[in-house]
């Protein structure tokens, strides 16, 4: 399969955004065992800005001018650690940086897919991120989410995962409704399935729920399957391939 992986900041970082250790780590291990195993990856990662943010040692910035600053600092982090990492498994890792315009224009976007097609055939991993630096649009929307949205749809996904701090869509929003219950299939994404987005609750993360709801509309409509679940646990990724109710999967329109 083609599957392309949105990893949340709150997935690769703590709260004070310095670089989660143990899951960054076990994340690439995982992800590097399925390509070992035949499939084709992408990631999507968030966490610049906030990763910036821990080596600046700032709080998470409120301005644009030091949000893009932030984001500057923290993609070389981000880039070192997975080269880093990925490394110790064998795979190579590319950076893809592109803003909203990239998929909004014909020409940039076949240059966009030509390079990630030809990167899968070379047996690499593309690792996309906004260009936070130069793109305040995106920034002040927050919303990779969307952006592993349009991956995957431009790159014929046959999957696409988003990790989050969230274990998938609820009947109610678990933090404040214990009762509430996990979502396994949604096999068609109603006005009712669109009520249930909440906020965030991620200090470091910008897109909530109703981001994700989003981006599952996007992927959907595209006939790719899309599955929210929580980054804390990346070995959940094995039974999310298989097919396995992990978190909340959203079925592609065919």
């Known amino acids: 399969m083609r599957i392309v992986v949105k990893i949340g900041t709150s997935t690769l970082a703590h709260a004070g955004g310095r670089l989660n250790i143990r899951h960054t780590e076990e994340l690439v291990k995982t ?8 499939h084709e990856l992408i990631v999507v990662s968030s966490g610049a800005i906030g990763m910036g943010a821990g080596k600046l040692q700032i709080a998470r910035p409120k301005d644009m001018p030091t ?9 070389c982090e981000l880039m070192y650690t997975y080269d880093r990492l990925f490394s110790a498994y064998n795979h190579t890792v590319a950076q893809i940086l592109v803003t909203r315009e990239d998929f909004d224009r014909v020409t940039r976007l076949e240059n966009l897919q030509n390079t990630i097609y030809r990167l899968l055939q070379l047996g690499a991993i593309p690792i996309i991120n906004e260009n936070d630096s130069v793109a305040t649009e995106e920034i002040a929307v927050g919303d990779n989410d969307t952006m592993g949205a ?3 749809k431009y790159a014929r996904a046959d999957l696409l995962v988003v990790l989050s701090d969230i274990d998938g869509l609820y009947t109610a929003d678990p933090h404040t409704h214990p ?34 709801l989003i981006a599952a509309h996007i992927a959907t409509g595209a006939g790719v399957d899309m599955v929210i679940a929580n980054g804390s646990c990346p070995s959940l990724l094995y039974d999310i391939v298989e097919g396995k109710p992990v978190g909340t999967r959203f079925l592609g329109r065919h």
């Not at 992800?31 to 035949?38: E, F, R, V």
């Not at 949000?67 to 993609?75: E, P, R």
């Open 67 to 75: 949000k893009q600053a932030a984001a500057s600092v923290g993609q």
């Open 179 to 212: 009762d509430a219950k996990r979502i396994e299939l949604v096999e068609e994404i109603t006005p009712e399935i669109d009520a249930l987005a909440g906020g965030t609750h991620s200090g470091l993360g910008t897109g909530g729920m109703a981001t994700k």
């Open 150 to 152: 349009l991956v995957a």
């Open 31 to 38: 992800l590097s065992d399925l390509k070992n195993a035949g």
